[in-house]
Nanobody, 123 residues
């Protein structure tokens, strides 16, 4: 399974970015895809996850109301729309594919990880 994350960059606080995670088509139909982030010196933090079948979502408390996760079947891609960004959102963002059909907030429930994409929010 290959995952390709992209879309990171430098943005001013209050701005927006959209991250993309492109997966293989087989993965897209059977699993959930999640986003996690890790800031320097901090532990990996759950951001959001979406199940390909049904589209059920879960969000981390720190991003609820600001981030939106979605999927596009035709492109086998999961998006993370990040609005009203804050400096504390600065981190390397990783996408991952779950072991089962439904995602969770625990990183141990994910079996494949993509390379990270860096997001920097300045005030």
């Amino acid at each position: 399974v290959q995952l390709q994350a992209s879309g990171g960059g430098l943005v001013q606080a209050g701005g927006s970015l959209r991250l993309s995670c492109t997966t293989s088509r087989r993965t897209a139909s059977n699993n959930a895809v999640g986003w996690f982030r890790q800031a320097p010196g901090k532990e990996r933090e759950f951001v959001a996850t979406i199940a390909w079948n049904g589209g059920s979502t879960i969000y981390g408390d720190s991003v609820k109301g600001r981030f939106t996760i979605s999927r596009e079947y035709a492109r086998s891609t999961v998006y993370l729309q990040m609005d009203n960004l804050k400096p504390e959102d600065t981190a390397v963002y990783y996408c991952a594919v779950s072991r089962g059909s439904y995602g969770s907030s625990s990183s141990t429930n994910y079996q494949y990880w993509g390379q990270g994409t860096e997001v920097t929010v300045f005030s």
